[in-house]
């Protein structure tokens, strides 16, 4: 993938009252680790994204704010070798997508326990 053809999906922080696909993507990773409760695929970090990311924030060990800035970014990494500023909006096909570069390295994403 070059880097004229893709760019970076993250902003450096997203929180309540943040929309469009960086939101949606945010969901789905929420989601895939296991906090995607209540979330609806509407593209806005509204009340329920909030709570999701604080709880995500606590499986993390981090300061449970609710905002999806560079602390919490850099726990994720630590903890499930999941690096969001890897993933890229890549056209493919006519399609848009997104991808992890570090995928083969990453083996299945743990699971938080209830």
Do not use: C
């Amino acid at each position: 993938m070059s880097a004229s053809k893709s760019r970076p999906l993250f902003p450096p922080g997203l929180n309540e009252g943040s929309v469009g696909g960086a939101v949606d993507t945010l969901h789905m990773i929420l989601d895939a680790f296991g906090f995607g409760e209540g979330l609806v695929a509407d593209l806005e970090y509204g009340k329920t994204t909030t709570q999701r990311v604080a709880d995500l924030q606590r499986w993390l060990g981090v300061e449970a704010d609710g905002q999806f800035g560079p602390t919490t970014r850099a726990a994720l990494t630590a903890k499930t070798n999941f690096n969001v500023d890897k993933i890229e909006w890549a056209p493919q096909n006519s399609m848009t997508m997104w991808v992890n570069s570090n995928s083969e390295e990453m083996g299945a994403w743990p699971q938080a326990e209830a």
